[in-house]
């Protein structure tokens, strides 16, 4: 198995761990946090797809799904592509309002699909293509595949567990 295979197995196991910490949860149970300052379930998809589109949408030089394709109405938000969830305060996370848990696997479906397509046409060459070279070594397009898969399976583990909490409560 060569690297890209092995990014195309890694993002193709993420639908259904999305799926599973959205599935049946109400708006409400959405963007129930369980302390004051914690993220919800909705945010946290919202964020790692947001991620997602953002930084594969960059790699391919293309706008981001998010603002072409009018999600943000669907999470009460504006069409702004810098607003990624990156840094958001307990404030910005509370506005993160998605309309239902089929929003967030239909926008998240949508992103999943284009990062699927940029993924298989990639060659090993241009997994080493340099994308930043503000950092010290250079950031590769492969790394920052790493970077988005590494970020999408921490915050889609930590929907899991908030899903858990908001079924216990």
Same mark, same amino acid.
């Given at each position: 198995?060569?690297?890209? &295979?092995?990014?195309? $197995? /890694?993002?193709?196991?993420?639908?259904?761990?999305?799926?599973?910490?959205?599935?049946?949860?109400?708006? &409400? #149970?959405?963007?129930?946090?369980?302390?004051?300052?914690?993220?919800?379930?909705?945010?946290?998809?919202?964020?790692?797809?947001?991620?997602?589109?953002?930084?594969?949408?960059?790699?391919? *030089? $293309?706008?981001?799904?998010?603002?072409?394709?009018?999600?943000?109405?669907?999470? *009460?938000?504006?069409?702004?592509?810098?607003?990624?969830?990156?840094?958001?305060?307990?404030?910005?996370?509370?506005?993160?309002?998605? $309309?239902?848990? &089929?929003?967030?696997?239909?926008?998240?479906?949508?992103?999943?699909?284009?990062? /699927?397509?940029?993924?298989?046409?990639?060659?090993? =060459?241009?997994?080493?293509?340099?994308?930043? #070279?503000?950092?010290?070594?250079?950031?590769?397009? *492969?790394?920052?595949?790493?970077? %988005?898969?590494?970020?999408?399976?921490?915050? %889609?583990?930590?929907?899991?567990?908030?899903?858990?909490?908001? =079924?216990?409560?």
């Amino acid at each position: 198995m060569d690297a890209r &295979e092995m990014l195309i $197995e /890694a993002f193709d196991r993420l639908p259904d761990l999305v799926r599973s910490a959205v599935d049946g949860l109400t708006p &409400e #149970e959405l963007h129930w946090v369980p302390a004051p300052g914690a993220n919800s379930v909705g945010w946290l998809v919202w964020h790692l797809t947001r991620i997602q589109d953002d930084h594969v949408a960059d790699l391919m *030089g $293309e706008q981001q799904l998010w603002v072409r394709d009018g999600w943000a109405r669907r999470f *009460g938000l504006d069409p702004d592509s810098g607003d990624t969830g990156y840094g958001h305060s307990a404030a910005q996370v509370d506005r993160v309002r998605p $309309e239902s848990a &089929e929003a967030l696997v239909a926008y998240f479906d949508a992103v999943s699909a284009r990062t /699927a397509d940029f993924l298989r046409g990639l060659s090993a =060459k241009d997994l080493d293509r340099v994308v930043d #070279e503000g950092w010290d070594p250079p950031v590769t397009v *492969g790394v920052r595949l790493v970077s %988005v898969l590494n970020d999408d399976d921490q915050h %889609v583990g930590q929907a899991a567990y908030v899903r858990g909490l908001v =079924k216990a409560r």
